[in-house]
């Protein structure tokens, strides 16, 4: 690999938690970003020259230090001297700042969604600035998946900024006391950063391992802070998702669907683990969305192949689920599991029905799976106008590539 390559893969996977410990040295979203740039651009001027070092998460935080610093003292000419003094004594030692070591509960990146997802910060806010911040997406790829103007996108971040900077939210774990009260919200975004990782909203790709990975190390340090049975469940989820990320797509990255799969890929060790942990938190009589959605996904892997599936027992679960949360999207789900057990008109009447409400005439899903039940009855001209659908509306490369291919086998 060359050097040059060997730096991109070092942003790619530790920039965030590079940005996360300047957040807490320099207290600073924008501080901090500028000087993880300004670390990075020093890394790319010096390491050619001198080679990457030992460390260098710790050189980086450190330079990213340094950096602001002497941006402090450049602006000092517009500063009283008291503050620039200040400023620059309020800035922690770098490399004692890297003695909390990765498992520690309070780790960088649990305290940064802590505070993105701080309870005077509205819902929507919490998840857009924890899918930038912590995760680094771009506001484009935020506002395509959650289908927002990247205008309007973008003004939401910077006013979730100004809130935490000018309220004083602490930049900290909340207090044990506090947390079951915080916990809701996290979970909703640590899920919706495994979801893009898992399934990427746009691009040649169809997963971002390192976004999946990084929702589940946090999830590991939330058990360990606070065992509740939805973070059981949450973690039994989406190690139960991630089980099946070798068998679904092929070796060119084309989409491989669940039917269609090579079970014998899947992780079971990460099998054994989701099964473990969702037993105990249904065990508990305390569970909630991401412990029956982690139920659903564990019939799944239990299966031997599609036929083996107890899809009666998935529909019961779809059905639990949408009584503790009404949603389109379980509704939808639901729907392919009904058609799975008693046929595909059965599920193509319930698809139509969503479809005709109105709220997921823009869902790519959506129209992809009435495309199959269509074509599964043997509606072909209806099969290849919601196939034509979803390929209008999906922005994923590997989606478009299954769609086309399922509607070009479609019999003229």
Not at 220 to 246: D, F, I, K
Not at 389 to 411: D, I, M, W, Y
Request: net charge negative; with cysteine; aromatic share 6%.
């Amino acid at each position: 690999m060359s050097l040059t390559a060997s730096i991109e893969s070092i942003y790619r996977s530790e920039s965030r938690r590079v940005f996360a410990t300047l957040i807490r040295l320099l207290g600073d979203f924008d501080l901090a970003e500028e000087a993880l740039q300004d670390a990075f651009k020093a890394a790319v001027e010096q390491w050619p020259r001198d080679g990457i070092p030992a460390n260098p998460v710790a050189w980086l935080v450190s330079a990213g230090r340094f950096k602001a610093i002497d941006g402090i003292r450049r602006r000092a000419r517009f500063t009283p001297y008291d503050d620039v003094a200040d400023a620059i004594e309020s800035i922690p030692d770098g490399a004692a700042a890297l003695d909390e070591e990765v498992e520690h509960v309070e780790d960088d990146r649990l305290r940064l969604i802590f505070t993105c997802c701080h309870p005077s910060l509205a819902p929507d806010a919490q998840v857009a600035l924890t899918l930038r911040e912590v995760c680094g997406l771009t506001t484009e790829e935020i506002a395509h998946a959650f289908l927002t103007p990247a205008p309007t996108l973008a003004q939401r971040i910077v006013r979730a900024k100004a809130k935490i900077r000018d309220a004083r939210i602490p930049y900290q774990v909340p207090g044990r006391d506090e947390l079951p009260a915080r916990l809701e919200s996290v979970l909703r975004v640590i899920y919706l950063v495994f979801n893009e990782g898992y399934s990427a909203s746009s691009g040649a790709s169809l997963t971002r391992h390192d976004l999946s990975q990084e929702a589940i190390r946090v999830t590991r340090l939330l058990l360990q802070l606070l065992p509740e049975p939805e973070v059981m469940g949450l973690l039994a989820l989406m190690l139960l998702h991630e089980s099946r990320r070798q068998a679904r797509t092929s070796v060119n990255g084309d989409l491989i669907p669940l039917d269609e799969q090579d079970r014998s890929l899947w992780g079971h060790e990460q099998i054994a683990e989701g099964s473990e942990l969702i037993g105990q938190a249904l065990s508990s009589g305390r569970f909630g969305l991401y412990s029956l959605q982690a139920a659903i996904s564990a019939v799944h892997a239990a299966a031997p192949n599609i036929d083996a599936t107890d899809w009666g027992q998935i529909v019961g679960l779809y059905d639990a689920l949408l009584r503790l949360q009404p949603s389109s999207v379980i509704e939808l789900n639901r729907a392919v599991a009904v058609a799975m057990h008693q046929g595909p008109q059965a599920g193509l009447i319930l698809v139509d029905a969503l479809l005709v409400d109105g709220q997921m005439q823009n869902y790519h899903l959506a129209h992809a799976a009435r495309a199959d039940l269509h074509r599964r009855l043997g509606h072909f001209a209806e099969a290849r106008v919601a196939y034509a659908k979803a390929l209008e509306l999906t922005q994923q490369e590997p989606e478009r590539r299954f769609l086309q291919r399922r509607l070009s086998e479609l019999p003229n």
